[in-house]
C-alpha cells in the first residue's frame, strides 16, 4: 500500500483525477486529490490575496493533519511550482516525487518566467489588480483542454507570478520521475531535456496530450505505481 498525493494544474480541480484515483484505491492505495483554494470546487473561496504559498500551503496541511509518511507527491502542470514548494516544507514525508507534464522552476522563478512576454504581462496586471487570470482560449489544434472546458474555473494572478523558494530539498528526495506528453505544443520538453541529462530523474515520454490521467489512465497509473 502507497499514499499519493495528487495535484492538478491551473483552472483545474482535484476532479481531474478521478478516474486514475479510484483505480489506485481499488489496488488497495490511500489517495489524495485536494483541490486548490479559490479553483474547482474551492472556486467560491477566490479572492485577491490567494498566491503560490497560499496554495503549496493547500498541500503541506493535508499531509500534516493526515499524518501523511512516505508519500508519492505528484503535480501536473502548473501543480509542478506548488509540489516544488511542498518539498521544502514537507521533504522528510516525501519518498517520490513526480512531475507530470509540469513546470519544474528554479529558486526565484515564477510560471510567468516561462510563458511569452504578452502573457507574463497579462499576468501581472492582474495580479496587481487581485484579479484571477481566465480560461484561456487555444487553436483548435492545440487545445489541452479539450473535453473538460466546462469544469475549469479561472485561476488567481498572484499564483502565476510569485517565485519559489527552493533551497535543493526536491532534489533530495530519493525518487524522481518527470513525464512529458510529446502529443501537444506545451512549454515541457524543456524541462524533458534538462532532466534527461541528470542520472538521478527517471524521464519518460507519452504519446498523448497535457492531460494524461484523462487520455491515458492506465499508462499513468502504471508509471505512478513505478514511481513508488
Request: glycine share 10%; net charge negative.
Amino acid at each position: 500500500m502507497t499514499t499519493f498525493v495528487l495535484v492538478h494544474g491551473a483552472w483545474g480541480g482535484g476532479w481531474i483525477w478521478r478516474g486514475v484515483a479510484d483505480e489506485l484505491r481499488r489496488r488497495g492505495h490511500v489517495v489524495f486529490t485536494p483541490t486548490l483554494t479559490g479553483v474547482g470546487e474551492r472556486s467560491h473561496l477566490l479572492g485577491p490575496d490567494i498566491d503560490l504559498d497560499t496554495q503549496i500551503t493547500d498541500i503541506v496541511n493535508v499531509m500534516k493533519w493526515e499524518d501523511l509518511e512516505d508519500v508519492v507527491l505528484v503535480g501536473h502542470s502548473y501543480g509542478g511550482m506548488v509540489i516544488s514548494g511542498v518539498a521544502e516544507r514537507m521533504e522528510r514525508a516525501i519518498s517520490s516525487i513526480v512531475y507530470l507534464d509540469a513546470f519544474f522552476p528554479d529558486d526565484g522563478e515564477s510560471l510567468s518566467d516561462y510563458v511569452g512576454p504578452g502573457q507574463a504581462a497579462d499576468h501581472r496586471k492582474r495580479a496587481a489588480a487581485g484579479e484571477a487570470t481566465p480560461i484561456p482560449t487555444w487553436p483548435a489544434g492545440e487545445n489541452p483542454t479539450r473535453g473538460i472546458e466546462a469544469k475549469l474555473t479561472p485561476h488567481p494572478a498572484k499564483c502565476f507570478v510569485q517565485p519559489v523558494k527552493l533551497t535543493g530539498a526536491r532534489d533530495r528526495i530519493a525518487k524522481k520521475t518527470y513525464i512529458y506528453a510529446s502529443g501537444w505544443q506545451g512549454p515541457f520538453k524543456q524541462f524533458h531535456d534538462k532532466l534527461a541529462a541528470d542520472p538521478s530523474w527517471r524521464v519518460l515520454t507519452v504519446p498523448c496530450g497535457h492531460s494524461v490521467m484523462l487520455e491515458m489512465p492506465e499508462r499513468m497509473i502504471e508509471i505512478l505505481e513505478e514511481a513508488v
